[in-house]
């Protein structure tokens, strides 16, 4: 559902800028963003990984919801996939 996964981006976006503006330091709990509009896991990732995968074109998800997508982490691991053109 391309609809979930743009809310959540635009969810993560706003969570990363808060981030900024508090200059945290840990990792950051984002929203996965995978297709299922019934998933509300957490990724968590530093704020530069964060921003590396978003200027990348990557959505930001756990490895085991990235069956659609290319999974590049692990279980337990955060994940990752590239945005379509």
Do not use: K
Not at 37 to 63: D, F, K, M, N, W
């Amino acid at each position: 559902m391309a609809g979930v996964t743009e809310a959540f981006e635009v969810a993560n976006d706003r969570i990363a800028a808060s981030a900024r503006r508090l200059a945290f330091d840990a990792s950051v709990p984002f929203l996965c963003e995978c297709d299922s509009a019934s998933c509300y896991e957490t990724v968590r990732l530093p704020l530069p990984e964060y921003q590396r995968r978003r200027a990348a074109g990557e959505h930001v998800t756990i490895a085991a919801h990235t069956a659609h997508r290319t999974a590049i982490a692990g279980p337990g691991a955060f994940g990752g996939s590239t945005r379509p053109p």
